[in-house]
Every structure is written in C-alpha cells, then in structure tokens.
C-alpha cells in the first residue's frame, strides 16, 4: 500500500471505501475498495476532496481481485451453473435448472489449502432448485501473486470442482405391503407420501399395488410392477426385523442385487437400496417415511433421481451427520441432516 497524488492514480487499485456525501442527497461510498481508478474518476474523487488515495500498486506477476475471482470460478463451474457479476472481488455460481448439486471434496480441499484462496459451497449430494445460490469465490487480499493463482489451478485438475446433476428418472411403481392395507382395514397413508415426494423430482407414479404380506405375495407384486415401463421400484413397509415383515427378503428373492439393508441413519436405520442386472434400483422403504419431515429416503432419492449409482460407499458415509434433530419446521435439506 501506498500514497500516492490523485492526479496519478489512474490504473491503481484503492485499499479502502471513499464516501460521497451530498447533503440531502447522497452518503454512501462512491467507490469500493478495490476499484481500479480511471481517468473519468479524477475529477470526482478531487470534489470528494481526495488529493491523495491510498492505493496497492499493480506490478508484474500480481492479479486484480476481480480478475482473480474470474478464475476462481472458472474452476468450479460445471454445466448449468450461471455466475454472477464480479464484485469487490467475489464471484457467485448459481443453479440453471434443478437439479443433483456435488462437490469434489477432495480437489476443493486442496484449492482452499492454497493461501489467499477462497471456494465456499453449499453441501454437496443435495437438491438444488433453479436459482439457488451454488458456492462463492474470491481471493483474500486487493491483489495476489499469479503464481498463488496457478497453485489454485494445478490442485484443482483439469475438471470443474462442481457438478449439477439434472434429474433423470420419470416413471416409478410402488408396491404396498401389509394384508391390513390390502383388505381395506386401514388407509394407506405410506404411498401418499411418497407420490408427492417422487413428484418434487419430476418422477411420476404410474402404477401402485398392494401386495399383503408373505415373501411370495411381495415378490409377485414386484414383478408385476417390474414388467411395466418404469425407472424406479419403491416397496413400502414390512422393513423391521419383525418375523411377519417380509419386505426385505422379497426384495432378494425377487432378484436383487442388494447394496445395503440397514443405514446408519436416523429416522430411516431399516432402510434397503438395491438394483436389478438391467440397472433398475429398488428401494425398501421403512414406516418412519410415512411421518418423518427428512429420513434416510430424503438423502437417497435425490442421488438416484439424477441416475447416480449409490454404493455401500455412499450410504456409510452417511453416518456422519445422519442423526436428524427433528427440527420443527423441518428445514430439509437446508440443514445439517445428512451432511
């Protein structure tokens, strides 16, 4: 930093924000700190009474925070990302459409362990919705050296750190387990649930069963439900360790390959993800579903939606922060749960 006449500005960055006051018109800062001074500024910053600014000197091999934050982004975005304009040196990355929203935790980690490098994101394996805020760049000071900008560069590879994942999946079926259903003893409030949770990802129900219980009466359903034009099976109920619960093992005696039964998730610790050879996923949806704001189902189905194969991988990682509050109102997904 340093002094210098006004008169001499021109091209230099400012360290700090000049006020205009016009009394009972105006009194706000007239240029940001960061501003790179032009020549249409002078005469207004001398009627601001500055004859001397404060300013950092643009020498070779250091960059503009503005044009430093252009690159930052460009690091991170990925299709159907919009950025915003650049000011006072941060850029933001913003959703197109709906959408998967996944971060590179790895390649982010190393960019934000260069020094007066900053990527900021929302957490990642989480719905978006078109317009949501996606993360947010800047470097730390006024100016940063060019070979601080290309560490950032080489940690991050040659792919963008964000992804934006557009839901894929649009025909689903669902078979409802539990002989007191089938015989109209009780309404089924499970499947209404989930209809309206699929609809939030463009998915709609083209076909609802309800089977009884027994491995042999759900696994016929199934494979009634499998011969239709769907992309996703759901079965609710019947997931306990109760003997008369037999969802899970009609799901494996109807072919499935079973990635897990069980997800250190809670609601949702009886959970069942699996897939058949011709890639179609099956779920076993536990009773919590049904009255939980967020479950297990919830951290799930947003994956799956965007066709994104889950792993035994994926659903142990869960652990860390799978103990949902119970937060009245339910903030899902903006909120802890899952991350």
């Not at 249409?40 to 601001?48: A, G, K, N, R």
């Not at 066709?307 to 860390?320: F, H, K, Q």
Request: hydrophobic share 40%; charged share 25%; aromatic share 6%.
């Amino acid at each position: 930093m340093k002094r210098i006449e006004t008169s001499k500005a021109v091209g230099h960055v400012l360290c700090h924000d000049l006020t205009q006051i016009i009394p009972g018109q105006y009194k706000d800062a007239r240029f940001r700190k960061g501003h790179v001074v032009t020549e249409e500024d002078i005469p207004v910053l001398l009627s601001m009474g500055k004859e001397h600014l404060y300013v950092w000197e643009m020498t070779p091999g250091m960059v503009h925070e503005n044009d430093a934050a252009e690159r930052l982004a460009a690091l991170c975005r990925g299709e159907g990302m919009i950025p915003s304009e650049v000011k006072e040196g941060k850029i933001e990355l913003t959703a197109a459409y709906d959408g998967l929203f996944r971060v590179d935790e790895r390649r982010l980690n190393d960019v934000n362990s260069v020094e007066e490098i900053m990527v900021a994101t929302r957490h990642g394996n989480t719905p978006v919705r078109r317009g949501d805020k996606l993360c947010g760049t800047r470097v730390i000071p006024l100016v940063i050296a060019e070979e601080t900008l290309r560490a950032a560069e080489a940690a991050a590879g040659g792919t963008p750190l964000l992804e934006l994942l557009p839901y894929k999946l649009k025909r689903a079926a669902v078979v409802t387990t539990g002989s007191e259903v089938k015989k109209g003893l009780i309404e089924d409030r499970f499947t209404p649930v989930v209809v309206e949770k699929l609809r939030a990802y463009g998915i709609e129900t083209v076909a609802q069963v309800n089977s009884g219980d027994g491995v042999d009466q759900v696994a016929g359903a199934i494979a009634e439900m499998r011969s239709l034009d769907i992309d996703l099976l759901l079965c609710t109920g019947g997931m306990s360790v109760d003997p008369d619960d037999n969802t899970p093992g009609a799901i494996r005696a109807s072919g499935a390959r079973i990635v897990t039964y069980g997800a250190p998730v809670l609601p949702g610790a009886m959970f069942l993800l699996g897939y058949y050879d011709d890639g179609l996923p099956v779920m076993g949806l536990p009773g919590c579903v049904m009255y939980a704001g967020a479950t297990v189902f919830d951290l799930i189905l947003p994956r799956v939606a965007a066709g994104v194969s889950v792993t035994r991988a994926d659903i142990v990682a869960l652990g860390n922060g799978g103990l949902c509050l119970g937060c009245k109102p339910c903030r899902w997904p903006n909120c802890p749960f899952g991350k």
